[in-house]
């Protein structure tokens, strides 16, 4: 772990120049607005170990796939988000000496992100190799409330006479540092550069993607505007203007450059150019500072709806903030054609997809911190995407309308390619109607199935009707060769999560069948004739899988076997590992991982986190005890599952060790991989530590119930839940638990296990 951060409740501070962890800081301190994001890269040149990164929601590119041997089934693509037009260049020069702080004598360096206003500001003393000296005041934002425009005002305190000049530049003649095949991505369309002002319009290769991205740019100095002579350059791909002063020692030099990036997502190809130019002006009249204080706004509205307090550890109250900042900046649910990626606008790892990680561990994030609309999008994302999954289901041979979701993805279609996920991580068919269960459950919006889920339904079960097999010699319906959640192991047979979640999959669809039935049954019609369901025969068979699919359990431990064989390993402790073989993933070999007991991330825990309201606290007791000591948890998804089954348990101090360790996990790069990217579908995790852990939230036949505890580092902790037409404040303090009423009408929710009525604006202590 790598703890060079400050502790602070509202900031996230790297106080002095850390050039070794500059990657780390890069995916730290990134920004964005759910339209567009930014690693925390400096304005200017850098010769240091950097990693480029600005990205546009919603724009890829389908990079061919590259494997040692391929396979029948291989997608012949991994989509990625691509590396888009650097927008925040501006070199700096001094008497024809670059600043750059890989070169430079750097001293008073502070980075800081202000999550409270979503702004990245930074500040240095850099004394250059020919003798000059400067100070760089710098700070900038994706704004929330013009989301395609990000804005910056860098700010120098000449320290030296003579010539500075300054460099504004768009760069568009970047790459992915993950291309397969070193390929830039970005062809020239249209670029244009004048005085002050400019843009350049890209393409993307194949998918012909059109991106426009606009820069002007406003001088100050000592506080007055100047128009000082312009050098214009152009090359391919590349604009600038160079502005050179002759300044005096103790001259403040302001620049503000406004920058904006359209996409042809959302304007129409052939007046990009138009549209952006039309939003720089607009912007630039606005100003910095009333961009400023919009931004302030925007974040003080989103806090108002999903913060979570924490008193008297500072540590955790940083981490939780940080985690709820990252998923805020990264999707804000205002397009339902946009996602959430692993790695979100902060690297390129894993190429931006989409996972299931999203219905899995993001979507109760959104059903309780914003409008339903929001979570609802999300799962019109995966509707939408229905007819890709039939084709990839029939890519693999499945037939009769039945539906693989991808592992990976941009468009629906899969873009995964390791064999033992592609073709075997099939559980990720089960977070897809997990979640429509979960939203249905927690909003009560059950027009959702008949307008949606029942397709996605229907096709989900089909699949998993044409996926198991019957075995004679168990007299049981059996799924052979598959990988679960925890992929240390490939290719095992009866994977006890992935069993039982094709079981919930099949009763969830029937049951869907009957409602809509009941309750639409002009709909009803109309679905089953479209998707040419045989009502009877389908679900009979349904049915006779769900009465006999084989369920592995060892009866002497009281345990569901995470797979078939699971007990043949040679079982011993992760404590008994030896600190120098970890992580696994880096020291051991796979062959070695895959034979060892060691599980990467919540396997059978996983199941049980999801349907907790069918087990008893000691199936899950007996679970929990012997399956998490042997978890190593190098997956970023795992902790937070972890700490809320302890929380069930009452064990307390395990669950708070699991938060800490899912809140920090990239402020103290946990896993050695930060530089990669934060990773963001986990944080929504540590949001679920809190809320459903120590909280104890959870939605039990249409009953809200909270049964919270208060870890014993903590004074208090507060968070708010929307719960249907409700806003829910809860409180937990060493004594009670106070929740409050903010909106709606009168409500009754089960508290500390006793059903509690709660009136509109009343106030209810508990002690």
């Known amino acids: 772990m790598k703890k060079y951060l400050t502790h602070h409740e509202w900031q996230i501070i790297e106080d002095g120049f850390h050039p070794e962890y500059n990657r780390i800081s890069e995916s730290v301190f990134s920004i964005g607005n759910g339209r567009m994001g930014q690693r925390a890269n400096f304005e200017e040149s850098y010769t240091g170990d950097t990693l480029q990164g600005s990205y546009v929601a919603g724009v890829y590119y389908p990079d061919k796939t590259r494997v040692g041997w391929w396979k029948n089934g291989y997608p012949e693509y991994f989509a990625k988000v691509l590396n888009a037009c650097n927008w925040i260049g501006i070199d700096v020069k001094i008497n024809k000496t670059v600043l750059d702080l890989a070169k430079s004598d750097v001293t008073d360096f502070k980075r800081v992100l202000d999550m409270q206003r979503g702004i990245l500001q930074r500040q240095f003393t850099a004394k250059l190799q020919s003798g000059e000296q400067l100070r760089v005041d710098a700070t900038r934002f994706c704004s929330l409330a013009d989301d395609e425009a990000g804005v910056i005002r860098y700010a120098i305190q000449c320290d030296f006479s003579g010539e500075l000049s300054l460099t504004p530049y768009l760069d568009f003649d970047i790459k992915n540092e993950d291309a397969n095949y070193d390929e830039k991505f970005w062809e020239e369309v249209e670029l244009a550069v004048r005085k002050g002002e400019g843009y350049i319009t890209a393409a993307t290769r194949k998918t012909d993607f059109h991106v426009c991205t606009g820069m002007c740019f406003d001088i100050l100095v000592n506080n007055k505007n100047v128009t000082p002579d312009i050098e214009v350059f152009r090359k391919e791909k590349f604009i600038s203007n160079t502005v050179k002063l002759q300044v005096n020692e103790g001259d403040e030099v302001v620049i503000y450059k406004y920058a904006v990036n359209l996409s042809s997502e959302n304007h129409p190809k052939d007046s990009l150019s138009t549209h952006a ?183 989900i079960a089909r699949f998993w009707a044409q996926r198991v097999n019957y075995s004679n010699q168990k007299g049981k319906y059996v799924i052979l060769g598959v990988t679960g959640p925890n992929e240390y192991e490939n290719n095992v047979n009866n994977n006890w999560y992935t069993n039982f979640t094709a079981k919930k999959c099949l009763e969830f669809a029937m049951e869907s069948i009957e409602w809509i039935k009941k309750n639409c049954p002009e709909k009803y019609k109309v679905i089953i004739r479209q998707i040419n369901f045989d009502e009877t025969e389908e679900q009979a068979q349904w049915q006779q899988i769900c009465d006999h699919i084989y369920l592995p359990k060892y009866q002497e431990f009281g345990i569901y076997l995470q797979q078939e064989g699971f007990l043949d390993k040679d079982i011993s402790p992760v404590s008994d590992l030896d600190k120098a073989d970890r992580p696994l993933c880096q020291k051991w070999s796979w062959d070695r991982i895959l034979r060892s007991c060691y599980i990467k991330q919540a396997d059978v825990l996983q199941g049980l986190y999801f349907y907790e309201h069918e087990f008893d606290k000691e199936t899950i007791r007996r679970n929990f005890d012997f399956y998490e000591p042997l978890t190593v948890h190098e997956s970023s998804l795992s902790p937070c599952v972890h700490a809320i089954l302890a929380a069930r348990l009452g064990y307390h101090d395990k669950a708070y060790d699991m938060y800490l360790q899912t809140a ?80 709606g009408a009168p409500i009754s929710l089960v508290l500390a296990e006793k059903l509690t009525e709660i009136a509109n604006e009343k106030v209810l202590a508990k002690s």
């Open 277 to 459: 130019d039309k939003l720089l002006q607009n912007i630039r009249k606005k100003g910095f500072q009333n961009m400023l204080e919009e931004q302030a706004a925007a974040w003080a509205a989103r806090w108002k709806d999903s913060d979570i307090v924490i008193e008297g550890d500072v540590a955790a109250q940083q981490g939780i903030r940080f985690n709820i900042f990252q998923l805020n900046q990264t999707y804000t649910g205002e397009d339902e054609r946009l996602n959430i990626g692993p790695k979100g606008f902060t690297g390129e790892k894993y190429g931006g997809s989409t996972y299931w990680d999203t219905e899995a561990y993001c979507l109760p994030f959104y059903l309780s911190t914003a409008h339903e609309r929001v979570a609802r999008n999300l799962l019109i994302y995966r509707y939408k995407h229905l007819q890709k999954a039939i084709e990839n289901a029939e890519k693999l041979g499945f037939k009769n309308g039945a539906a693989l979701y991808p592992m990976v993805t941009m468009n629906g279609e899969e873009c995964h390619n390791e064999w033992e996920i592609t073709f075997e991580e099939i559980h990720r068919n089960g977070a897809i109607a997990y979640a429509i269960f979960d939203y249905i459950r927690y909003t009560d919006d059950k027009a959702y199935l008949a307008d949606y889920g029942l397709e996605v339904l229907i096709g």
């Open 664 to 743: 920090r996990l990239d402020l103290d790069d946990y896993n050695n991989d930060t530089e990669d990217g934060c990773h963001i579908t986990s944080m929504a995790g540590t949001w679920m530590a809190v809320v459903k852990g120590f909280g104890g939230m959870r939605v039990v036949d249409g009953q809200l119930h909270l049964n919270p505890f208060l870890p014993k580092q903590w004074t208090s902790y507060s968070f708010k839940i929307r719960w249907r037409s409700n806003i829910l404040n809860i409180k937990v303090t060493k004594d009670k638990t106070i929740v409050e009423n903010e909106s």
